[in-house]
C-alpha cells in the first residue's frame, strides 16, 4: 500500500451497507483511497463486523460516555489524527457534529443525504417523496458545513419513483444507487480533483454550479 494514498475515516451508526461499499470497491480496485479507519458511535452496529471481516482497523466512541457534543467529537478527531485522517466519511452516522468539529475538517468531511437535496433535507425521505406525488427520486453527496444537510452538492444519483412502491422498497433501490455515487464522489476527492473553496465544491479547479448526476433504473 503506498503512502500517497487518500487517508480515509468511515463513520457509521448501523448497518454499514455504504461502508461495505467502500470495502468492495477498494478491494477490487475501483476506488483508490486507503481506509485508514472506522469509527462507530455504537458497539452494535454491524459496520463494525463488516471492518473485522475486511481486516478494517476500527473503533467505538460511544457518545453516551461523553458530557456534551463538543467533547464527543474531540474525542474522535483524537483518534482521527492518531490515524492522520485526510478524508471523513458519514456513512449513516446518526450524530450531528458540532461546529467545533466541521471547522477542524472543514472541507474535508463528506455525507450522503438520501435524497435529491436541497428538497428533503432531514429524516423519513422516502415516504415524503411517496407523500409528495414526487417523480424522481435519489441519493445526494455533499460537502458537510454548519448546516445540517446544507453543504455544497457534489454529486447524485436520481431514480424514477415507481408508482406501486412503498417506503421500504424505495429505500431499498436508493440504497444500491448510493453505493454507486458515495464511492465515485470519495475517488474524486482522494485523486485530488474535487476540493472545497470558499463555500464551493470545485472539480478540477471549476466551481461546481449544480451536482454531478448519474442516472439509474
Ligand atoms: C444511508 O441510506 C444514507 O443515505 C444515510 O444513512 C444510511 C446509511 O445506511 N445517511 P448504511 O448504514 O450505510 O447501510
Known amino acids: 500500500m503506498s503512502n500517497s494514498r487518500c487517508r480515509t475515516a468511515i ?10 461499499s467502500f470495502i468492495d470497491q477498494v478491494a477490487d480496485g475501483r476506488l483508490d483511497l486507503d481506509i485508514a479507519i472506522v469509527v462507530s458511535n455504537r458497539p452494535d ?3 463494525l463486523q463488516r471492518a ?3 481486516n478494517v482497523a476500527s473503533v467505538c466512541i460511544e457518545h453516551a460516555a461523553y458530557p456534551d457534543r463538543e467533547s464527543f467529537d474531540r474525542a474522535i478527531a483524537n483518534t482521527l489524527d492518531d490515524y492522520g485522517v485526510e478524508l471523513v466519511i458519514l456513512a449513516g452516522f446518526m450524530r450531528i457534529l458540532s461546529p467545533w468539529f466541521v471547522k477542524q475538517y472543514e472541507g474535508r ?8 437535496l436541497p428538497a428533503h433535507p432531514g429524516l ?3 415516504q415524503r417523496v411517496l407523500n409528495a406525488g414526487d417523480q424522481w427520486h435519489g441519493s445526494t453527496v455533499h460537502f458537510v458545513t454548519d448546516k445540517l444537510d446544507g453543504g455544497p452538492l457534489i454529486l447524485q444519483g436520481r431514480l424514477p419513483v415507481k ?9 431499498a433501490r436508493v440504497q444500491a444507487v448510493e453505493h454507486q455515487i458515495y464511492p465515485e464522489a ?25 451536482p454531478l448526476k448519474r442516472d439509474f433504473e
Open 45 to 47: 452496529a454491524f459496520g
Open 186 to 210: 470519495a475517488g474524486l476527492f482522494a485523486d485530488g480533483g474535487l476540493r472545497f473553496h470558499e463555500g464551493n465544491a470545485v472539480l478540477g479547479g471549476a466551481t461546481l454550479s449544480e
Open 52 to 54: 473485522a471481516n475486511a
Open 11 to 20: 463513520l457509521i451508526s448501523g448497518s454499514g451497507s455504504n461502508l461495505q
Open 163 to 171: 408508482p406501486e412502491q412503498n417506503a421500504k422498497d424505495l429505500a
Open 124 to 126: 423519513n425521505t422516502h
Open 109 to 116: 468531511i463528506l455525507n450522503i443525504h438520501p435524497a435529491l
